[in-house]
């Protein structure tokens, strides 16, 4: 399952960079990453609290696959157990012109991705009223 959104912004790439890359004021325009910290360099795990609008939050610790200067960071983190419910997360700064750009957020979930040994999709316990 993937989501997607894009927003236009009037400011250059560089200035876009320099919010994206600021963990310690995300509440400042992130309603869902309410706080962040660490070190945005590929290889690193940054700390993240994230809350869903009237949910409870969570802490999680995602690490970072990819980061280009001024163009994306990557970061991959997980739910409860590694392998069990990873998301990948892609922010993106396309420029449009030296004072425009296009910022994108996606997300790619990945559901049990790791088995018991043993355990194969023919094998594993169905849910009442699941159907293959």
């Known amino acids: ?16 960079w320099s919010i994206l890359t600021d963990l310690g004021r995300y509440a400042e325009w992130n309603p869902f990453i309410i706080e962040a910290s660490g070190t945005v360099q590929k290889g690193e795990t940054v700390s993240a609290f994230i809350r869903p609008p009237g949910q409870r939050g969570m802490a999680f610790r995602p690490r970072l696959l990819d980061v280009v200067e001024n ?28 004072t425009t750009v296009e910022f994108a957020q996606s997300e790619t979930f990945r559901e049990c991705s790791r088995r018991s040994p043993g355990v194969s999709p023919s094998s594993a316990p169905r849910s009442k009223g699941s159907s293959r």
Not at 1 to 16: H, K, Q, T
Not at 80 to 85: A, D
């Open 1 to 16: 399952m993937s989501l997607e959104a894009a927003i236009r912004i009037d400011a250059p790439a560089g200035r876009v």
């Open 71 to 98: 163009r994306r960071v990557v970061w991959r983190g997980s739910v409860l157990v590694r392998g069990l419910l990873d998301g990948v997360h892609t922010f993106s700064i396309s420029e449009i012109d030296t």
